[in-house]
């Protein structure tokens, strides 16, 4: 029993680190235009299938990777550059439609360019499994938690140490204070775009050897990054994590002690529970208005 409940643990920490870093890039997106952006399981896709094409023609994989993270970062720019910013006088609705259209295309595209069929990617290091304490664990789910882990630390320096970083910080507190100060917001939001296609990238190249990747598989996993998100609190770095790793830990419990056909009822149920008593969820920041 011990050694079955290690097994589902680490499986759902590792599922709520992938979670985790789809929600940071919602995040990154909603704290510097307010938009939550549905494409973002789209570079979750583009990450893993992108890779699975390069090393196809003959490149090691590392470069692969690169390319493929590269490839994700610029589609984020053209998404920022040619469908966001020439709607940024639009309502909040209107450029949430926006990211919806953009998702489907970028989908249809990438059914287009490498077809329906589920695509493999070989394990980082071995596809021998590793024991632990009696439960047999993927040697991919410690590269899995561990990028995750360093992203994430990665992340904080960046928006702490940094000038690029604060100038983020800035527009999303205050876009017209930021934009007095000197700031070049639009820039700003396209940085932002940028680093969310990149988190949204990795996650999917890290993750795509577990549930191996194919056009359609940004559509769930984006839904559940944007769960995370809600759930933990939009806008709230430290709630995206939480809520990440909260629903892979979840899910992962459901599947192994219920039924695996429950586990996506129980992550959607669980965020109607929490928003029903936190609207803001866990870690969302309390706003309050004068009248």
């Not at 304490?133 to 789910?141: D, H, I, K, T």
């Not at 320096?157 to 910080?169: E, N, V």
């Not at 939001?189 to 949204?200: H, K, N, P, Y």
Request: hydrophobic share 60%; charged share 10%; with cysteine.
């Amino acid at each position: 029993m011990f050694a079955e409940f290690i097994q589902y643990l680490f499986t759902g920490i590792t599922i709520g680190a992938t979670y985790a870093l789809i929600a940071l890039g919602f995040t990154l997106i909603y704290n510097s235009s307010h938009v939550i952006n549905f494409a973002q399981g789209e570079f979750l896709m583009i990450g893993g299938m992108a890779t699975v094409s390069f090393v196809g023609m003959g490149l090691p994989m590392p470069v692969s990777i690169v390319l493929a993270v590269l490839l994700a970062g610029v589609i984020g720019i053209c998404l920022q550059r040619f469908a966001i910013a020439p709607a940024k006088k639009a309502d909040v609705v209107t450029l949430i439609i926006i990211t919806i259209g953009a998702s489907i295309f970028i989908r249809g595209v990438a059914q287009l360019v490498w077809g329906k069929q589920y695509h493999v990617m070989q394990n980082f290091s071995t596809d021998e499994p590793i024991l632990v304490l009696g439960a047999v664990l993927n040697s991919q789910s410690f590269w899995v938690v561990g990028i995750g882990a360093i992203l994430v630390v990665a992340l904080v320096l960046f928006f702490s140490r940094t000038m690029t970083g604060k100038a983020i910080l800035a527009t999303s507190m205050n876009k017209d204070a930021a934009r007095l100060v000197g700031i070049r917001t639009q820039m700003v939001l396209m940085l932002a775009f940028m680093l969310s296609a990149l988190l949204g990238s990795i996650a999917g190249i890290i993750v795509a050897p577990i549930t191996f990747t194919s056009y359609d598989i940004g559509i769930m996993l984006g839904l559940k990054g944007f769960v995370a998100a809600a759930l933990g609190g939009l806008g709230s770095g430290v709630g995206a994590i939480v809520g990440g790793l909260m629903l892979g830990i979840v899910e992962a419990m459901t599947a192994g002690y219920i039924s695996s056909d429950y586990k996506d009822a129980v992550a959607f149920s669980m965020i109607l529970i929490v928003l029903f008593f936190m609207p803001r969820g866990l870690f969302g920041s309390r706003v309050v208005e004068r009248v």
